[in-house]
């Protein structure tokens, strides 16, 4: 079983509609992350978690909230979805406290906004 | 602002030949550094890393990394490459170690022709 995993794979929604992308994880990690990936322009850090209670805005958060429900999951919203959402995405998480570390990624949810 | 520059987009190489990919960043503190790799239709995963020591860093499937701090730079390498080696290849630089805040390049599309 991946040790991070998303729900949906793939989802295709319309515009102005709400969708959720979950996100669990079974390595103990404490952060989690979540990215879009875009051709050309690699990956962008939409939001990221240190903990349960520790929420931040990365570089791109407009238009996305999330929720950490629990130390395992941490999941993405697009309240209002448009066009230019249509991406990748990613879940990642890595381990808290320590200086020297790897973020795992899960293995993508494609949105497509129509 | 930080970034991080992968300057070939595209590569295309037969099999067998010699494989390098450039990647700099810019910023003066200390730095974790990883190359990533992306198979079609598959989640990013880890080839290599960087945290401190020899910096010449080996890392799966034959790959190789050299960490040059003078020249802010650290290139991916691998001396045959081979057909399944077609992938996306993305560098990515961890700016506070132990903050997780991966700061990835816009990747580097290899197709390597049997």
């Known amino acids: 079983d991946a040790d991070v995993t998303q729900t949906p794979r793939n989802r295709i929604t319309k515009t102005g509609k709400r969708i959720m992308l979950e996100c669990s994880q079974t390595?103990?990690?404490?952060?989690m992350y979540w990215y879009r990936q875009d051709p050309g322009l690699g990956l962008r850090l939409i939001y990221y978690s240190f903990d349960v209670k520790d929420i931040n805005k990365g570089e791109i958060s407009d238009g996305y909230s999330v929720s950490r429900q629990a130390q395992a999951k941490f999941s993405l919203s697009l309240e209002s979805a448009i066009p230019n959402q249509t991406a990748l995405y990613f879940c990642?998480?890595?381990?808290?406290?320590?200086?020297?570390?790897?973020?795992?990624f899960g293995q993508g949810t494609r949105l497509t906004v129509v | 602002a930080q970034s991080v520059s992968q300057h070939n987009h595209h590569v295309i190489l037969s099999e067998a030949a010699s494989l390098e990919l450039g990647c700099n960043y810019s910023?003066?503190?200390?730095?974790?550094l990883f190359w990533y790799v992306q198979y079609p239709g598959q989640h990013l995963q880890l080839l290599l890393k960087?945290?401190?020591?020899?910096?010449l860093v080996k890392g799966i499937k034959g790959f190789e990394a050299e960490f040059i701090k003078s020249k802010f730079s650290f290139n991916l390498r691998k001396p045959s490459v081979q057909w399944s080696d077609t992938a996306e290849y993305f560098c990515a630089v961890n700016l506070n170690p132990g903050f997780q805040k991966l700061v990835f390049g816009t990747g580097t599309r290899l197709l390597v022709s049997p």
């Open positions: 910023y003066g503190g200390t730095v974790n």
């Open positions: 390595k103990g990690h404490d952060r």
């Open positions: 990642a998480t890595s381990e808290g406290g320590a200086l020297n570390t790897e973020a795992f």
């Open positions: 960087y945290f401190s020591g020899d910096p």
